[in-house]
């Protein structure tokens, strides 16, 4: 693809952000337009959309370039300076903004158009939820949690004779040799409890502006309002809940059955904390490439086989540098996929280390990236703004269509089976893990006033119903007690995680679909994926041709389906 950015029709073409006043400016000007036509009207919104892609754009690359590089001062000052200084004052107008809109005699003729009314009902729900004196603690909130990021990014341990990453080190985790791998797990270990104080403290300064934040929106705690600040109209808190029981009760059992067979491959009647990874009949770990060039031209590949259109997306954003993909000193962790809404061409950034888990991430991110792509002709900025639910629907699905072309990076069909194996199973591995985090983050602001003490036993009491009670933890039990300050989406996203189990119900049914008739498979998820925010969720679903579903009744059909699936590969 050929892709540059669209002419601008209201910003100036050469626009820095460098100063408030030159934002302002534009503010004003949309505040202050007479709009007596719905021609008018319709180029107001534009207008508004090309200003809130340019601006979400701007802070996206200050994002991205801080991220790659915690250590550079500069970046971080530069991220900073838009989370404080520019932020706190889009807010006020924005909402003028909003009111204006609503009030326009032409709003309601709009609404006939499915995508205008999922806009303008997102719209009227901002409104309803703005506060002033949230401004100033929203901005503080924003410089908090990014705490999280450079305090995980400091963290890496000496092995070999070599400062290595926490993700470089968890690849120890899956050597056969069991001396290694504990050695490396108590390293870790170790150095994780240095900030064990340190991410409690961070937890509860964001914890407490949180519930201010709620209160002053007239909410009891963080955890209604911001279930309803995302937007979450198709789906109840009582629904959250259904979704945990559903998991307990269906996919931990079937778990624990694929557990007791690892430990008997492994000669052992309970797991430590450092078996959990490794391959149970011995084998090394998988190793799909050696360096990020080779991920991306792989993964090219496997996407330009699955459909020409996937492939020629990841080859652009190449083409364009929107890739960081290798894992470095001072990198924060994680991975993810930006949307840059002006341009069109969104930036994939994540942490290889040469593992199986990376190549996922990769296909993963990849559908997102897919997904901007498929969407960026939509006419408004908000129409591109999806609901996580619809965005990891793409970015699981992917997962799963690339699966039968996993061959790209494995030429042996025993390591190539260990591959999509690994991958089911870590479906059904993850499902339990999402439900924990989501219940444990409901009980967390519902119980505001808690104790860190408090904060930790309640994680450990739902460990033990998510878990298989196949692990011994004894000696290790701080780790344990822990580990849920490893879940970035707590501190930074809090409530952005259910969507992750949700949408993998979803990609399971995509995948179900491909195997049945692919061509028409995959022309669904595109037609869904074109759709970006302009129909409800469920319809969304529907469009990809699978159902907005998380009862137990499905979850127990796709579970047995992925079961199916895994003694195929046996």
Not at 3 to 29: G, M, V
Not at 500 to 505: D, E
Request: with cysteine; proline share 3%; aromatic share 12%.
């Amino acid at each position: 693809m050929n892709i540059t950015r669209p002419e601008r029709q209201f910003i100036a073409q050469d626009l820095t952000i460098d100063s408030w006043e030159k934002i302002e400016t534009y503010y004003n000007d949309l505040l202050d337009r007479d709009i007596s036509t719905e021609e008018n009207f319709i180029k107001w919104l534009h207008d508004i959309s090309e200003l809130e892609a340019i601006l979400e754009e701007d802070l996206a690359w200050r994002y991205i370039k801080m991220t790659i590089n915690t250590k550079d001062e500069a970046l971080s000052e530069a991220y900073t300076f838009f989370v404080t200084e520019i932020q706190p004052k889009l807010a006020p107008l924005e909402d003028q903004l909003n009111r204006k809109l609503i009030a326009c005699p032409f709003t309601e003729g709009l609404k006939s158009d499915s995508a205008y009314a999922i806009l303008f009902r997102s719209i009227e729900n901002a409104l309803n939820l703005y506060r002033e004196k949230n401004i100033p603690i929203q901005a503080e909130l924003a410089q908090e949690s990014q705490k999280y990021g450079a305090l995980s990014a400091a963290q890496s341990i000496e092995h070999n004779g070599e400062t290595i990453t926490m993700q470089k080190a968890a690849l120890f985790l899956k050597e056969t040799d069991e001396t290694v791998r504990k050695e490396v797990f108590e390293k870790m270990g170790d150095r994780r409890r240095e900030d064990f104080e340190k991410f409690d403290e961070l937890f509860d300064t964001l914890l407490k502006k949180r519930h201010q934040v709620a209160q002053n929106a007239g909410f009891d705690n963080f955890r209604d309002y911001k279930l309803q600040a995302m937007g979450r109209f198709d789906y109840t808190v009582q629904d959250c809940r259904d979704f945990h029981q559903s998991v307990k009760s269906t996919i931990v059992p079937i778990l624990k059955e694929i557990q007791q067979e690892r430990l008997v491959k492994l000669g052992k009647h309970q797991f430590k904390p450092w078996d959990l990874d490794v391959d149970p009949e011995g084998k090394l770990p998988l190793k799909p490439f050696q360096k990020g060039s080779e991920l991306l031209d792989g993964s090219i590949a496997m996407f330009d086989r699955v459909d020409p259109y996937f492939g020629d997306c990841l080859s652009t954003m190449s083409t364009m540098g929107h890739l960081d993909l290798e894992s470095k000193d001072g990198k924060s962790p994680g991975g993810y996929n930006y949307p840059l809404y002006e341009i069109g061409v969104p930036f994939i950034f994540m942490n290889a280390v040469g593992s199986q888990r990376d190549l996922v991430t990769m296909v993963h991110e990849g559908g997102h990236a897919v997904h901007s792509f498929l969407s960026r002709e939509l006419e408004i900025t908000g129409f591109k703004s999806l609901p996580s639910e619809v965005a990891e629907l793409a970015s699981m699905s992917m997962e799963l269509l690339t699966m039968d072309q996993w061959q790209e990076f494995y030429a042996n069909n025993d390591d190539l089976k260990r591959a999509k194996k690994e991958q089911l199973e870590t479906i059904l591995r993850l499902l339990p893990w999402i439900a924990q985090v989501d219940e444990f983050q409901h009980w967390l602001y519902e119980n505001h006033e808690h104790t860190a003490e408090e904060r930790h036993n309640y994680w450990v009491e739902l460990s033990e119903q998510y878990g298989t009670g196949l692990v011994d933890w004894s000696g290790y039990e701080d780790l344990q007690r822990t580990s849920w300050q490893r879940q970035l989406h707590i501190f930074e996203v809090p409530f952005y995680y259910i969507e992750y189990g949700i949408a993998q119900l979803g990609a399971l049914g995509v995948w179900k679909n491909s195997l049945e008739d692919k061509p028409k498979a995959i022309q669904s998820y595109k037609n869904a994926l074109k759709l970006g925010y302009t129909r409800s969720i469920p319809e969304i679903y529907a469009e990809a041709g699978v159902t907005f579903d998380f009862t137990e009744a499905n979850i127990k059909s796709l579970a047995s389906f992925v079961q199916g699936q895994l003694s195929a590969l046996k």
